[in-house]
C-alpha cells in the first residue's frame, strides 16, 4: 500500500516540476521586455478576446467594480476543484465583485476550455489569453493562480494555487472592505 502511495507522490512531483520548467519557459517567451507588477502597482491596461465572441476590455483607473482575474486551465486538477467556488462567488458577490476567467490558450486546448466552462457551469467572463501576455504581465507561473484589483486600478492581493471558498472570500472579503 504505502508502495504505491509513495510512486503515486514520486509521478506527481515529476509532473508538477515538469508543468513549472514548462511554464518558466513559456513565461521567459511570452515577457520579452514585459516586468511583472507587483502588489501595489497599477494593473495596465489590457485587451483580450472573449468566450462570448467580442473584446474584454480593462483601463486601468477606469472600473467601477474591484476586479479578480483568474488564471485556470482545463488540465489542472485544483482549477476543477475551485471552479464550483468561484462560480458561487460570482453569484453571491453580484456587481461588487467582477471575476473575469482568463484561459492561457497557448496551454490549453479548445474543446477541453468549452467542456470546463460549461462542467462548471461558469457564468462570468472568459477570456482568452492567447499569446500569455497578460500572463507575462502578472508574473503567472502556475496555475491556478489570482489577481484582485482595487477599484482605485492597483493590484490589491495575488492568490498563489488553490484556496477553499471560504479563504477565498475571506480575501475578497478583505479588499471590499477598503473600497
Known amino acids: 500500500m504505502w508502495r504505491s502511495q509513495f510512486v503515486w507522490f514520486v509521478l506527481m512531483c515529476v509532473l508538477a516540476g515538469g508543468l513549472v520548467m514548462m511554464l518558466q ?21 489590457f485587451s483580450l478576446p472573449s468566450r462570448s465572441g467580442g473584446q474584454f476590455s480593462y483601463v486601468q483607473g477606469k472600473q467601477k467594480d474591484v476586479l479578480l482575474l483568474h488564471f485556470w486551465a ?32 497557448s496551454l490549453d486546448h479548445p474543446d477541453a476550455i468549452e467542456l470546463f466552462v460549461r462542467r ?43 484556496l477553499g471558498k471560504e479563504q477565498l472570500r475571506q480575501r475578497i472579503d478583505a479588499v471590499l472592505a477598503k473600497q
Request: contains cysteine.
Open 25 to 45: 519557459r513559456q513565461n521567459a517567451s511570452w515577457s520579452g521586455s514585459i516586468k511583472p507588477v507587483q502588489r501595489g502597482e497599477p494593473m495596465p491596461s
Open 74 to 105: 482545463s488540465w489542472c486538477e485544483q482549477c476543477q476543484l475551485e471552479a464550483p467556488a468561484f462560480a458561487e462567488l460570482h453569484a453571491q458577490y453580484g456587481n461588487r465583485l467582477r471575476i473575469v476567467g482568463v484561459n492561457v490558450r
Open 120 to 162: 462548471y457551469s461558469l457564468r462570468y467572463d472568459i477570456v482568452y489569453d492567447e499569446k500569455g501576455v497578460l500572463a507575462a504581465t502578472v508574473g503567472l507561473l502556475g496555475f491556478p493562480y489570482a489577481v484582485i484589483v482595487d477599484k482605485s486600478g492597483r493590484i490589491h492581493d495575488e492568490i498563489v494555487g488553490y
